[in-house]
DNA sequence: CTGAAAGCGCTTACAG
DNA sequence: CTGAAAGCGCTTACAG
C-alpha cells in the first residue's frame, strides 16, 4: 500500500514535510503543499490508522457498550445507538460498537488496548459492573442512564423523576382520581435498571401529593403474555380511570386489548406512554407519551466525551450530571375520566 | 502505560521472548511462560492494539456498514447488526459501526486507513455505489442483500423469490382466489430494494400459475398514512380474501384496522407478512409470516468475511451467492376464504 | 520554510 | 529454546 513516503518522493519533499503539508501543524509553502497534494491524489494515498494511533496516541475512535437483554426493548437502544454514532461522525469519529453480554470485560479489552480514545456506555444500571473499568481506565467515558455512583464519569439521563410527576399531574389535573401504572417486568428492577423505580417513586410521591390512588404493577415484555396481562390489570381495576405505560411492549400490545374490550381512550381511558416519538410513528402508537430523548441524550455524550479528548482543560474539569426535562408529546388519548365508576377496594 | 518491554524486563527476558511467549508461536520453556504470565498479571499488561495492527496489518475488527432509511423500518436493522456484533466477537473481532448516509465515503475511509479487516454491507441495493468501493479494497467483503452485479464479494440473502412463492401457494393451498400483497413504499424499489421486486415478481409469476388474481400495492412506512392507506385498500377491494404484508409497518398497524372493520384473522381474512419471529414477539404481532432470517444472514456473512481473512487459501475461493430458503411460521392467521364475494372488477 | 532522526509498541525473520 | 535488531507507517521535537 502506498505510504507517506511515497507522497514525500513524488512530491519531492521530506516525509516531515508531507506530514506537515497535509496535516497545517506547521507552515508549508504553497508549491510544496500543491505538489503534496497532487501526489496524494495522484497515488491515492491515505494514512494508515494504525501507524497514526501508534504515534498520536489517538485513534479517533469511541466505544459505544450497548447491552441488550432479553427482558427489555431492543428497538429503543437503537436509538441511542444511532444518536451515538450520528454525533461522533459529525465530530471525526468512529464508532467501535461492542453489544457483548458482559460488557466488562469488553470494555476492560478495548481500554487497555487503546483501541478507543473514550467511552459511551448506554443502558446503565443502578450498581454497573462496567463502572469501576470505566474509572480506572485512561480514557474519558460517558453514560446514558443514572447510576448509583457518577464518580468520574459524565451522566446523562432523562429526568424518570420529573416523568413520573408529570404523567400523574397530567392526568390529576383532569380529574382522574385512579390511576394504574404498569412499568417494565420486576426482573429488569432486580437487574439495577433505575428507571423503573425512579419514574415510579416520583408517581407514588406525587400521586400521594394530589390525592391520586395510583396502583403499581409491572408486566411481561412479550407476547402473548403482555397483552394476557393487561386484559388481567383492565379486568380486575374497572375503578382505574387513567393508564400510565412505562413499558414499550405494553404500550404496542395496548391497542389490540382496548379494541378487544371494547374500549377506547380517552373516551373510556386516558393513557400515556413513556416511548419515543420515532417509536409511536413507527407503531401506529396513539398516545399521548413522554418522549425519550434518545437523539439528544446519545448526542450529548458523545459530546461531552469528544470534549474531554480534545481539550486538555476539560479533562479536569468536573464531572457533570445532566437529567434531562422531559417533554410531554400530546396525541390527544387523555381526557376527563368518564363517569366514576364505584372503586372496586383499596 | 506498561507495554512489552516492562514485561519482558519484570520476567528477566528479551522483548521477543515474552511476545512469543504471550502469542505461542514459538515454542518457550516452562519457565519463561511462567514468568512472563506472572509479569503480565501482576504489571496488567494488554497489548496495544495500534501497534500490533502496524506489525502485523490487522485489526481483527470488521466493518459494519448499516444505513438508515426514512422510510424503512429501523428496528429490522438491528437485528442483522446484532447478529454481525455477536458472531464478530465469537470468532475474535471488533466491529465498527458506520451508519452514515453515504456510505461509499465511510467505505473508502476505514478501509484506505486499514482500520478493518473486512468488511460487512447491510441494506445492499441493486445497484449499490459502495460495491465499486468495496470490490477495490484490500479488504475482502460481504454483502447481506443480494446487488444486481455479485462480483468480487460474498453475498447472502433471503430467497425473497421463494417467499413471494411461498406466501402465495399457501393462499392459494387454502383455496383463495383474490389476494392482495402490499409492499414496502414504492421509493424503496426506486432506490434499489431489490427485494421489494424480487417478492412481488415471484409472487405474481406463482399467481398466474396457480390462477389466483394478485393486486400488488405499495404503502407507507409511518403512521398515520399506513393505517388509512390499509383501510383504503380494504374497502376498495371487498372480494379480498388473502392479504400478503411485505412491509413491516402496515403489519403493525394491521390488527388496528381490522379491529376498526370488525375483521378477524382467518375468519375474515388471512393474513401472512414478511417479518422476524422477534418482531412478532415484541410487537404482539398474531399473523403467520416468513421469517426475515437476519440472525443467520448477519452470521454467514461475518463467517465468510473472516474466513476470507484468516485462511490464507481462503482468498482466492471463487465467491459464493447464497439464498436462504425462507421459513413459513404458522401463527394461524390463515384459513380457507370465507364466503365468496363478487369480485369487484379484474 | 524544510530535513534527518527518533520514537510510538508491537511482531518476526535472522542468528545463535 | 532465546536474543538483538529490523521494520510496520506515522508524527514531532530537534536542527538548520
Chains 1, 2 share one sequence.
Not at 446503565?124 to 459492573?129: G, H, I, N, P, R
Request: glycine letters at 8%.
Amino acid at each position: 500500500m502506498v505510504n507517506i513516503g511515497d507522497v514525500a518522493r513524488m512530491a519531492g519533499v521530506s516525509r516531515s514535510t508531507a506530514s506537515y503539508a497535509l496535516s497545517g501543524k506547521r507552515p508549508t509553502s504553497p508549491d510544496v503543499q500543491a505538489r503534496v497534494a497532487a501526489a496524494v491524489q495522484e497515488l491515492g494515498y491515505t494514512p494508515n490508522a494504525g501507524a497514526r494511533a501508534l504515534a498520536t496516541a489517538q485513534t479517533r475512535v469511541i466505544g459505544l457498550l450497548a447491552q441488550f437483554y432479553e427482558d427489555e426493548f431492543a428497538p429503543a437502544m437503537l436509538q441511542y445507538i444511532l444518536a451515538v454514532s450520528n454525533t461522533a461522525r459529525e465530530l471525526g469519529y468512529d464508532v467501535l460498537l461492542v453489544t457483548e453480554e458482559s460488557g466488562v470485560q469488553a470494555l476492560r479489552r478495548i481500554t487497555d488496548s487503546r483501541m478507543v480514545d473514550g467511552i459511551v456506555l448506554l443502558n446503565v444500571a443502578e450498581d454497573d459492573q462496567r463502572l469501576p473499568v470505566l474509572r480506572d481506565a485512561a480514557q474519558p467515558g460517558a453514560l446514558v442512564g443514572l447510576p448509583g455512583d457518577c464518580t468520574g464519569v459524565d451522566v446523562f439521563d432523562l429526568s424518570f423523576e420529573e416523568a413520573g410527576r408529570l404523567m400523574v399531574d397530567h392526568l390529576a389535573d383532569l380529574g382522574h382520581r385512579d390511576v394504574l401504572l404498569v412499568s417494565q417486568p420486576e426482573h429488569v428492577i432486580e437487574r439495577g435498571g433505575a428507571y423503573v423505580w425512579r419514574l415510579q417513586n416520583a408517581a407514588v410521591a406525587a400521586a400521594a401529593e394530589r390525592g391520586v390512588r395510583l396502583l403499581t404493577t409491572f408486566a411481561s415484555t412479550h407476547q402473548p403474555e403482555v397483552g394476557a396481562e393487561l386484559h388481567g390489570l383492565l379486568d380486575a381495576h374497572p375503578e382505574v380511570t387513567g393508564l400510565l405505560v412505562h413499558n414499550e411492549a405494553a404500550v404496542a400490545a395496548l391497542p389490540s386489548v382496548m379494541h378487544a374490550r371494547g374500549m377506547e381512550a380517552p373516551r373510556d381511558l386516558s393513557v400515556i406512554g413513556r416511548y419515543s416519538d420515532e417509536f409511536a410513528r413507527t407503531f401506529s402508537l396513539p398516545y399521548s407519551s413522554v418522549e425519550s430523548a434518545a437523539d439528544l441524550l446519545g448526542a450529548m455524550a458523545v459530546r461531552h466525551v469528544v470534549r474531554r479528548i480534545e481539550v486538555a482543560a476539560a479533562r479536569d474539569e468536573p464531572y457533570v450530571v445532566e437529567l434531562v426535562a422531559p417533554r410531554l408529546v400530546d396525541r390527544g388519548s387523555t381526557g376527563v375520566p368518564p363517569h366514576v365508576v364505584p372503586a372496586a377496594g383499596a
